[in-house]
């Protein structure tokens, strides 16, 4: 059983940058993709960013592409540096823990943190 506990998030003005982290805890870290995912007000939960289990390969959302970087270390975290950030990021933004090797905005994920919400103004 793996447990993800989101922090980071908070209130920023549009254009500022703000890093999020996410700790991870029990299970074998290195044997997970990792993801972040976000909700925005009235909207379904999509993809964001997600990298691989050696930090070799992320993949990004079209509309993070550029602004956003995902990153692991061996301490069990993973972050995502936001930069040049807009009111249309403000969300509640997940981390998530996937088994296996697969990197894509559509795979399934295991575990499941309980969120951190980012809220940019203009």
């Known amino acids: 059983q793996v447990q993800l506990v989101e922090s980071g998030g908070g209130l920023v003005q549009a254009g500022d940058s703000l890093t999020l982290s996410c700790a991870a805890s029990g299970g074998t870290f290195s044997t997970y993709v990792m993801g972040w995912f976000r909700q925005r007000p009235g909207k379904e939960r999509e993809f964001v960013a997600a990298i691989n289990r050696s930090g070799g390969r992320t993949i990004y959302a079209d509309s993070v592409k550029g602004r956003f970087t995902i990153s692991r270390n061996n301490a069990k975290l993973v972050y995502l540096q936001m930069n040049s950030l807009k009111p249309e990021d403000t969300a509640v933004y997940y981390c998530?823990?996937?088994?296996?090797?697969?990197?894509?905005?559509?795979?399934?994920?295991?575990?499941w943190g309980q969120g951190t919400q980012v809220t940019v103004s203009s």
């Open positions: 998530a823990a996937g088994s296996g090797i697969t990197i894509s905005p559509s795979r399934a994920y295991d575990y």
